[in-house]
């Protein structure tokens, strides 16, 4: 992590001494509607620190240099640190990053140090590593590898340094709505020193609102607030359901005799099989570090998979033993959802007062395995927008003061978006994932995606389309209709089980805090809601979630409740309960997406809990 000194402005010294709780109100449940909030009024709110986020504000804060007029631009970050929640390969196309920063080479600080310096393709049997044609789109010259955690904090710092006010440990928990939810006026934190039980402890601070004339989330893939506003204002209406996979990352330190560095390696095939999309990477970062990894569709459709275990066994076969021999330690670990739905599943992008950035909209280019350079430039234009909006409401402002706030409109970033290289990158590819889950089946789709990719290149009239609008959940089978996986035991060093991995993550929670992880239908959390959830997924779907996550969060366990009577009030069920290990939680989002009951609601817990990141 790149360490730097955090300004933090006079007004948050303010307001933690006047939201200190009483000694009278600790032991008081939380009643949202009896507390008082403090509200700032800010010119844009941006939630979410990632490269989206941060390249808006440095943006907004180049154009308010160009245009002569001051935005007070606030970035809300819930990892303790900004890049404390980063997690990608990461292999980075600078497009973006040479127009938003032109002199960044000359910068003595960026972490761009290490170019890829080949690109290539294999398939793996069980035992081999056959060389396959590489797809152009995957071509890196140009590239850099880089740790996207170190990325992001570097960005961090410029923004800061341009006069933007980054607040990491402070969560966007809620919108808030104009009187009629029509608009967006901004955004609350969440409340900070709440017991398990909802009981306000000696630390107790309520949250704070935000209001701003521009709010632009950028909470990367499958965020919470990102939900509310796509279902509030009905953004995907004209979409396809967003579709996403799960990456799971590891960092090795290699013996200097396996160290190519810039090497730039894909895979496909073994582990995984033929009904399975995914693959793995390999990239030879500076300092004699290895980035690898498996991406998997979360279309899976046998229950008993593991993602974590699937890259356990990975790491056995012929080619990654002999990388990781030698001296070799692993140093990092970590797992994050991303978007896979593409062009077809990007919804509207702008609602009133506000705009989706970055991943919260969908802008990863799949056949590439990239899309920091799409988020980065979505951010720039939403920020262009948004200086535009900002520039209007003033003008409009000073002729006469509206009675009601006066709702920016940013349905230009949407128009600028479709007329960018944005647009273009994605369309290009439209249809090489979407193949797969057409009736070619996988074969199919490897086919029909190599034509595409070396011939067709997106010039095709047709686009494939998710007509059923099947989510990543719906796929998922009964376990009584698939084979089950039996994984080998771990071995160590080269393989481990998964709380010895968590523990290469940092995450760290609040012991003593209201679970993140809501099992919630319609509104309701009771032991009703609990009990058909345990039956369906214990019953139909032998516990996916104990395999799917990879971080060990969910667990069917043994019910020591003898009467049905008991075993309902406890929300068990056939001898079985769940129980939710949220102090593990890595805020990959996996369970929220692909339990087959959808009655997993992920949110944000207290601040500046979850991962933290450094390499990754």
């Not at 890196?140 to 607040?167: H, K, P, R």
């Not at 009675?403 to 940013?410: F, N, Q, T, V």
């Not at 667990?555 to 769940?578: I, N, P, Q």
Request: proline fraction near 6%.
């Amino acid at each position: 992590m790149l360490a730097r000194v955090r300004r933090r402005p006079v007004i948050f010294s303010r307001i933690t001494r006047t939201l200190h709780a009483s000694t009278a109100r600790q032991r008081q449940l939380f009643d949202p509607s009896a507390v008082e909030r403090i509200s700032e009024d800010v010119d844009v709110c941006i939630v979410g620190g990632g490269p989206a986020g941060l390249s808006a504000a440095i943006r907004l804060k180049q154009l308010e240099q160009k245009r002569g007029k001051e935005f007070r631009i606030v970035v809300l970050e819930k990892g303790a640190e900004v890049g404390s929640h980063i997690l990608s390969g990461a292999v980075i196309e600078p497009r973006a990053l040479n127009e938003l920063l032109p002199d960044w080479s000359s910068r003595p600080d960026h972490p761009l140090k290490q170019p890829a310096t080949s690109s290539t393709m294999k398939f793996l049997t069980g035992s081999l590593a056959l060389p396959i044609p590489h797809p152009p789109q995957m071509n890196n010259d140009g590239n850099y590898i880089v740790s996207l955690s170190q990325f992001t904090s570097w960005l961090g710092t410029i923004a800061e340094e341009m006069g933007v006010e980054v607040y990491p440990g402070f969560a966007g928990a809620g919108i808030v709505y104009s009187d009629d939810r029509k608009g967006v006026l901004g955004v609350c934190t969440n409340e900070v020193g709440l017991d398990k039980n909802f009981h306000m402890k000696e630390t107790f601070e309520p949250g704070m609102e935000f209001r701003a004339k521009v709010t632009l989330i950028a909470e990367g893939a499958h965020g919470s607030l990102s939900k509310e506003l796509i279902n509030q204002f009905d953004l995907r209406r004209d979409a396809d359901p967003q579709t996403y996979a799960i990456g799971l990352k590891e960092v090795w330190r290699v013996d200097p005799s396996q160290y190519r560095p810039g090497e730039v390696v894909h895979t496909m095939g073994w582990p995984l099989d033929w009904k399975t999309y995914g693959g793995g990477w390999v990239y030879h970062m500076a300092d004699g570090l290895v980035s690898l990894g498996l991406v998997i569709g979360l279309d899976y459709a046998n229950p008993w998979l593991s993602p974590y275990n699937e890259l356990q066994r990975m790491k056995h076969h012929p080619y990654f033993s002999r990388l990781l021999s030698g001296s070799s330690t692993r140093i990092a670990y970590g797992a994050r959802a991303l978007n896979e739905g593409g062009l077809q599943a990007v919804p509207r992008v702008h609602f009133p007062g506000g705009a989706l950035i970055g991943c919260s909209a969908g802008f990863v280019n799949i056949a590439k395995i990239k899309g920091t350079h799409n988020a980065m430039k979505s951010g720039m234009l939403a920020a262009e927008a948004a200086a535009d909006a900002l520039c209007r409401t003033n003008e409009e402002t000073t002729v006469s003061k509206p009675e009601s706030p006066r709702l920016s409109d940013m349905s230009v970033y949407e128009t600028s978006l479709k007329d960018s290289w944005v647009w273009s990158d994605l369309h290009e590819v439209r249809n090489i994932r979407a193949s797969f889950n057409t009736p070619l089946g996988i074969w199919g789709g490897i086919a029909y995606s190599g034509i595409d990719s070396l011939f067709l290149k997106g010039r095709t009239p047709w686009t494939f389309r998710n007509v059923s609008r099947t989510s990543d959940a719906a796929h998922t089978l009964p376990a009584s209709r698939c084979k089950r996986i039996t994984y080998p035991p771990p071995q160590p060093p080269l393989s481990t089980d998964l709380l010895t991995s968590l523990t290469l993550t940092g995450t760290n929670h609040a012991e003593d805090q209201p679970i993140h992880l809501r099992v919630r239908v319609n509104g309701l959390e009771d032991s009703t809601v609990r009990r058909e959830h345990v039956r369906r997924n214990v019953g139909d779907y032998a516990g996916l979630l104990g395999r799917a996550c990879p971080a060990g969060v969910y667990e069917y366990v043994d019910d020591e409740h003898t009467s049905a009577v008991e075993e309902g009030k406890s929300g068990g069920w056939g001898g079985k309960k769940l129980v939710i290990n949220s102090q593990n939680c890595i805020h990959c989002k996996l369970c929220d997406i692909k339990v087959p009951t959808q009655d997993i609601t992920w949110t944000v817990p207290e601040g500046g809990g979850g991962p933290k990141y450094t390499i990754t």
